[in-house]
């Protein structure tokens, strides 16, 4: 079947820290991977995605690459802001479908 | 981007009403759109595919005739929540897909969070 395992939060940085999120999968053939934002009071918005192994999604300063070999998705920012703080889901689709499997979500607050 | 519009953001209701929320595609038409359920702390589940002009398709576990999925038109689809209970209380959040974008993303709502006391 199709999973995803997500970093447990919360997580807690200083603003211009590093940033990993970590994010395995399970998933028959070559799903899509995606890392969705929620930010406080809004509805989840799509951060970035990869089709295929060793894409790299990337938007805002994030970063996730995809790698078949290890099943995971990570996601990594070099230096994360206050503005920043959301929750952060990982999720797969299959190819050709339109349901998306979600990890659990991970927390971030980013601290001045 | 395309956009898709959820109301009422938040409700707080009486055990034992019935609360309807609404997901809307501002920009697109959408044949199909997907009503997912988030706990406190823990991830989105699907709870059902709404298809324009049929019956919606309920996940394993979600009862149908507690959570009412009305697709009407091709920039509507309604979830009702029959006879609410506080166990009910959760943020329900509507996505659907352009179907003109190839890429085949979802886009969400903003979330309705509903409170049953």
């Known amino acids: 079947g199709n999973s995803v395992t997500q970093m447990e939060g919360p997580v807690t940085l200083s603003e211009e820290a590093f940033l990993t999120i970590n994010c395995t999968y399970t998933?028959?053939?070559?799903?899509?991977l995606f890392w969705y934002v929620q930010y406080p009071g809004e509805g989840l918005q799509l951060l970035l995605k990869?089709?295929?192994?060793?894409d790299k999604g990337s938007n805002k300063g994030f970063e996730a690459t995809y790698r078949k070999e290890t099943t995971s998705f990570h996601l990594e920012k070099g230096s994360v802001q206050v503005s920043d703080s959301a929750v952060y889901f990982c999720?797969?689709?299959?190819?050709?479908?339109?349901?998306?499997?979600f990890g659990t979500g991970t927390r971030l607050t980013v601290i001045p | 981007g395309a956009v898709v519009s959820q109301h009422p953001s938040w409700v707080i209701c009486k055990s034992g009403t019935s609360v309807k929320i609404e997901c809307r595609s501002l920009?697109?038409?959408?044949?199909?759109m997907f009503w997912y359920r988030q706990f406190p702390k823990q991830s989105l589940m699907l709870m059902a595919t709404?298809?324009?002009?049929?019956?919606?398709?309920?996940e394993q576990g979600v009862e149908k005739d507690k959570f009412l999925i009305n697709h009407a038109s091709l920039t509507l689809s309604t979830l009702t929540v029959t006879s609410a209970h506080p166990e009910d209380s959760s943020f329900y959040i509507c996505?659907?897909?352009?179907?003109?974008?190839?890429?085949?993303?979802?886009?969400f709502g903003e979330g309705s969070r509903l409170t049953v006391l």
């Open positions: 996505s659907a897909q352009d179907p003109r974008l190839l890429t085949g993303e979802l886009f």
């Open positions: 998933a028959t053939g070559y799903p899509s």
């Open positions: 990869a089709t295929k192994a060793d």
């Open positions: 999720a797969l689709a299959q190819t050709g479908a339109n349901n998306l499997f």
């Open positions: 920009d697109f038409q959408a044949t199909t």
């Open positions: 709404s298809n324009e002009g049929s019956k919606a398709t309920y």
